[in-house]
């Protein structure tokens, strides 16, 4: 399988100092997006076969793209499968085959919207009690190791960091709402830059196994939310 990583808005209600995206968000009153429900449908049916690839759906706060309220139903109906990476703060429908993995922030109240709760555990936060409290309200969830952030590394996990083909995914595509299309952690020679996000003509995924970066297992943070959370699109079951 391929991974889809679309990072759907660059804006965000809330302002964590501990983010690894804090230099790359706005505000949640920023427009950040170029992105429509439309655009995005047509190209996925004519260049991302969902028998073949995965999509994570993040940000920013996914929440506050405007055409949150339809598109994981929309795409659950044409087949495509995958996870929603929000702090669960704002709404976003429930829908067959996508989980809205809600993060538990520290000093935040527990996500409204969700369908699996995701707690770091962070030694400046109550981790323990909020695992304690999932469990006793029978609230899916995964407690996850923390390290200190910073720019792209990767906090919620620790080292030595696995080889990405490790997690089964032969290739990977990333798609900014603002108007950027990227093969991860490399650019393709076309499409990148400013414009609509759709004139790629054929998209070219990253070859971990052609990829010097990947191969030896650098710390990137976009695969790992479908590492943990894609069995959830398939059973929904709590795990352990």
């Known amino acids: 399988m391929k991974a889809l990583i679309i990072t759907i808005t660059q804006s ?6 501990y983010c690894t995206m804090r230099g790359f968000v706005y505000p949640a009153h920023v427009k950040s ?12 049916k004519e260049y991302i076969n969902p028998d073949e690839w995965h999509i994570k759906i993040t940000g920013g706060e996914p929440g506050l793209y405007k055409g949150i ?3 994981p139903l929309e795409l659950s109906e044409l087949g495509y499968k995958g996870i929603i990476e929000t702090n669960g703060g704002m709404f976003i429908p429930k829908s067959d085959n996508f989980v809205r993995v809600g993060a538990w922030h520290k000093d935040k109240p527990i996500p409204e919207y ?3 709760i995701l707690i770091t555990k962070n030694p400046d936060d109550d981790w323990r009690g909020k695992v304690d409290y999932c469990k006793s309200n029978n609230i899916p969830y995964k407690s996850l190791p923390f390290k200190n952030p910073g720019l792209h590394s990767n906090p919620n996990y620790d080292d030595p960091f696995p080889g990405l083909l490790n997690y089964g995914y032969d290739g990977m595509l990333c798609v900014y709402a603002a108007g950027q299309f990227k093969a991860c952690p490399k650019r393709p020679a076309h499409g990148y830059g400013d ?10 995924p990253c070859d971990f196994s052609q990829n010097e970066w990947c191969s030896r297992g650098g ?6 939310g479908l590492k943990y959370f894609m069995p959830y699109v398939f059973d929904k079951k709590p795990e352990e």
Do not use: H, Q, R
């Not at 414009?195 to 070219?204: R, S, V």
């Open 195 to 204: 414009g609509l996000i759709f004139n790629m003509d054929k998209p070219e």
């Open 219 to 224: 710390k990137c943070t976009t695969l790992l």
């Open 12 to 17: 965000c209600n809330y302002d964590c100092v």
């Open 114 to 116: 969700y369908d699996v």
């Open 33 to 44: 997006s170029t992105v429509t429900n439309a655009a995005l449908i047509k190209w996925l």
């Open 69 to 71: 309220d339809t598109l």
